[in-house]
């Protein structure tokens, strides 16, 4: 299948730090990515879905202004977290479709842990 | 709720038992997906139903879904240690996966 790369894989920062995280479809082009947070022993829940080259669309509840999504290329897609407080500690999942396919599958990045002290 | 829900939460069994997980999702569906997840690891796609199917089968594993309830159940058989995970479904509904709570499953040596 596809392969989906993120970076970095942990990350651990001080509170007000903006932290960015790199989603990138290594061997196809990624139409849509799909950036997930997970907490611990909870499941997935979407944040926001990006299409390349247009603006992200924001699930409710989170804030756009706080979670900076760019989708420039095919191929790469960041998150950044800006002013991260110990709240925003979680882990960060992306997945990516192509075009083509029936049903547009989602191959999913290994994950981000986000630490913020 | 995003989440669909998922029975049991958690789930612990001995070596060579099965374990039968089950779904409930929301909206009508193109398929639906399980997944595993390892303890702070990403996920490993594990099956996929599409809704005209009924069951499926891989391995160790067997999916049914039942689109009229709006449910689905993953049933691993002849469990062994190494499938101690969460296991999470995953509805499609066109480009978007939305997915249950999860189930964690210990399986004891």
């Known amino acids: 299948g596809a392969v989906v790369s993120q970076h970095p894989s942990w990350v651990i920062c001080k509170s007000g730090t903006s932290v960015k995280i790199e989603c990138r479809s290594l061997d196809f082009q990624a139409t849509t990515m799909f950036w997930y947070r997970q907490f611990p022993k909870q499941s997935l829940m979407l944040m926001a879905t990006?299409?390349?080259?247009?603006?992200?669309?924001?699930e409710q509840g989170v804030e756009k202004d706080k979670f900076l999504i760019n989708h420039a290329s095919l191929t790469l897609s960041t998150l950044t977290v800006t002013s991260a407080h110990p709240e925003d500690s979680s882990f960060y999942i992306c997945s990516a479709s192509g075009s083509g396919g029936g049903w547009n599958e989602q191959f999913f990045g290994p994950g981000t842990r986000l630490t913020v002290l | 709720s995003q989440q669909g829900e998922e029975d049991p939460q958690a789930l612990s069994i001995q070596e060579g038992e099965n374990a039968t997980m089950n779904c409930s999702y929301k909206?009508?569906?193109?398929?639906l997906q399980w997944y595993r997840q390892n303890s702070g690891r990403g996920l490993v796609h594990l099956i996929l139903?599409?809704?005209?199917?009924r069951e499926k089968h891989s391995g160790r594993l067997r999916v049914t879904l039942d689109t009229s309830k709006k449910s689905s159940s993953l049933l691993i058989t002849a469990s062994r240690a190494a499938d101690t995970a969460s296991y999470f479904c995953a509805s499609n509904a066109g480009n978007m996966l939305t997915f249950g709570g999860g189930t964690r499953l210990m399986v004891k040596p």
């Open positions: 990006s299409n390349e080259g247009s603006k992200a669309t924001y």
């Open positions: 139903i599409r809704s005209n199917e």
């Open positions: 909206t009508s569906i193109n398929n």
